[in-house]
């Protein structure tokens, strides 16, 4: 299985890719510029080098890393360029699943929401898209940080959303590969809710008031230990 990952060369496209390919999965890693993407392939490569059973990663352009997937491609890039990259590859787009991990921060103030007219980046990417690409929203709340952590397991559970329930099932299962655990979480309208969660948890893990950093949401069942 390979998936593509645009974006790939920040800080949690670098994470994620690290931890599909930890789990056996194959990454194609997207960016602008393919030489870069292909130096920070190799340095990946060998960060989990001492890994058995790892997927590979290999750089490419954006376009060409979307070719590469087998059915799912992620989104990571900053909101700023959301569009832009979508314009650019959604002829490669048709008939797979991306996997829109982007939040609208709000410009020079990452702990607030700039919300699209659609609702939501993720909704935005669905109506630039049209009904050929089925759009999932995910991931928006795992902190860079933490993916990069290799050694430790992710702190947190994934909320999933998206109007085709098949298709987030699929992108539940892979996620689920990353040993957490994953909630559909509804149609896509409810990204609005996932990605505004964002910037509550970077307000959270910036405060001086909190004694840690880093965090993530779980749900809990009724009786759980704390």
Not at 49 to 62: H, K, L, P, Q, V
């Amino acid at each position: 299985m390979k998936i593509a990952i645009l974006g790939g060369t920040g800080p949690q496209g670098q994470g994620l890719a690290l931890r599909f390919a930890k789990a056996g999965i194959d990454v194609a890693l997207g960016s602008r510029e393919q030489a870069r993407s292909a130096d920070i392939a190799a340095e990946l490569n060998r960060r989990i080098s001492e890994y058995e059973g790892r997927g590979e990663i290999e750089g490419y352009a954006n376009a060409e890393a979307v070719s590469r997937a087998d059915e799912i491609v992620m989104l990571a890039v900053p909101y700023a360029g959301h569009d832009a990259t979508l314009e650019a590859i959604r002829p490669a787009l048709e008939g797979k699943i991306l996997v829109d991990l982007v939040v609208p921060l709000a410009e020079k103030d990452p702990k607030s929401v700039a919300m699209p007219p659609e609702g939501s980046a993720t909704e935005a990417a669905q109506a630039l898209l049209g009904p050929g690409v089925r759009v999932v929203g995910a991931l928006h709340n795992v902190s860079a940080h933490t993916l990069n952590l290799l050694d430790e397991r992710i702190n947190c559970d994934v909320l999933v959303c998206g109007n085709d329930a098949d298709a987030a099932q699929t992108v539940m299962d892979l996620v689920g590969r990353l040993e957490v655990s994953t909630y559909y979480a509804g149609p896509a309208i409810n990204a609005r809710c996932l990605e505004a969660i964002t910037p509550i948890l970077i307000r959270l893990n910036i405060s001086k008031k909190v004694p840690f950093s880093h965090a993530g949401i779980r749900i809990w069942a009724p009786g759980s230990p704390a």
